[in-house]
């Protein structure tokens, strides 16, 4: 039976559900600086035992990161947002979860060799995550920006569908009818008598101002000026890299969710 000695703060033994999952009374014991509560973790091999103390630092080092970046990235949220945010993150973290226990089983290593008998009998989470833990912060921080921004990314969309959607309820048509075919890397629209549309909505511009505008907000930009009553939408079937059928698919999701039953999908474009 293997056995390792760790010291938790009260603080986190009160969070921690992991921790309280594994606490037997029997088994613990008070440091005399009365400052951590000794746990003694117990198991069949050394590997297991090193397992179960990764999980615990990996939730403690989460703990830690969303404790101390609270000011920047959770003060204007709500309890509801809040939540979706962290479930983003610990979406995130579990597929990072082998990288970060190799960064873990990193630190153990470089600890053993600076001591004499090269075993580790005990093993502070406080004192880990303050002094090194390096790279296990920084991974934890970086997958923190990344939700926290894609979370704001998504709410500037939402936002920006919501006003495409109300200038389409309140704004005249122009057309009854356009006909537009999406293909990888443009576009064709033209009316009921053939007229390129595109050709048309360019021409009444100055070059300079469409010269490095892309081709999805040129679409868009198109439709929210004739805002036809009906958009036919055909999509050719072509071979496309996987970012450009993600950005075709983004795209026709937005048209969905802006012209809602205005846009028509056909067949055989």
């Known amino acids: 039976m293997q ?3 760790l010291d938790v703060t009260a603080e986190q033994l009160a969070h921690n559900q992991t921790l309280q999952s594994i606490v037997d009374l029997s088994d613990m014991d008070m440091t005399t600086t009365q400052r951590y509560i000794r746990i003694c973790l117990r198991d069949e091999s ?16 989460v703990y830690w990161v969303l404790r101390t970046e609270r000011h920047r990235y959770f003060h204007t949220f709500d309890s509801v947002q809040k939540n979706f945010l962290r479930e ?4 995130q973290l579990l597929k990072l979860r082998p990288q970060m226990e190799l960064y873990i089983d990193h630190d153990m290593d470089r600890y053993r060799g600076c001591r004499v008998s090269h075993t580790i009998s005990s093993w502070n989470i406080e004192g880990y995550l303050q002094f090194s833990a390096g790279k296990l912060k920084w991974t934890i921080q970086k997958v923190l920006q990344e939700a926290y921004q894609a979370y704001q990314d998504e709410a500037d969309r939402a936002e920006f569908i919501a006003l495409l959607q109300f200038c389409v309820a309140v704004q005249p048509c122009i057309l009854d009818d356009v006909y537009l075919t999406l293909r990888s ?4 629209m033209v009316d009921i008598w053939g007229n390129d549309l595109q050709q048309i909505y360019l021409d009444a511009l100055p070059k300079e101002e469409y010269a490095d505008v892309q081709m999805h907000d040129l679409l868009l930009s198109i439709l929210m000026t004739l805002l036809p009553k009906n958009i036919h939408l055909f999509v050719e ?23 809602a039953e205005r846009l028509m999908m056909e067949h055989g474009g």
């Not at 050394?46 to 080092?61: D, N, R, S, Y």
């Not at 890397?185 to 064709?188: E, G, I, L, Q, Y």
């Not at 996987?242 to 026709?252: D, F, G, V």
């Open 88 to 91: 983003q993150i610990q979406s």
């Open 46 to 61: 050394i590997q297991a035992l090193q397992q179960t103390l990764a999980h615990i630092i990996i939730e403690e080092c």
């Open 3 to 5: 056995v390792l000695f």
């Open 185 to 188: 890397d443009r576009f064709s």
């Open 237 to 259: 079937v072509e071979q496309m890299q996987p970012e450009q059928l993600h950005a075709q698919q983004n795209l026709i999701q937005l048209l969905q969710q802006v012209f």
